[in-house]
Nanobody, 122 residues
């Protein structure tokens, strides 16, 4: 089970830190990703991190502004979001997969959290 938290309302240029907590499984066995879905749009890839945390991947739209990290001892994966823009407004979901590839695709993920709302005002 995945639980996402940390969303909220922030002004453009501000920062938020999302956290995804896992229970019931060995989190270190799963690559973890963050996706987001804005109203009327499809769910899109934001960032992913490998099982060990050694490798990270980002969508071009967030590269340089967002940082994904994980703490396998605490079974958590965080997404630090900085320089937020109104277009970052969406529901953010964390997801986990035992697969070793295709992390950009939501179809690769077997487990999903419930989502947390991020709203960036202009």
């Amino acid at each position: 089970q995945l639980q996402a938290s940390g969303g909220g309302l922030v002004q453009a240029g501000g920062s938020l830190r999302l956290s995804c907590a896992a229970s019931g499984r060995t989190f270190s066995s799963y690559a973890t990703g963050w996706f987001r879905q804005a109203p009327g749009k499809e769910r899109e890839f934001v960032a992913a991190i490998s099982r060990s945390g050694a490798f990270t991947y980002y969508a071009d739209s967030v590269k340089g502004r967002f940082t994904i990290s994980r703490d396998n001892a605490k079974n958590t994966v965080d997404l630090q979001m900085s320089s937020l823009k109104p277009e970052d407004t969406a529901v953010y979901y964390c997801a986990a997969t035992p697969r070793a590839s295709d992390w950009f695709s939501r179809r690769a993920y077997d487990y999903w959290g419930q989502g947390t709302q991020v709203t960036v005002s202009s």
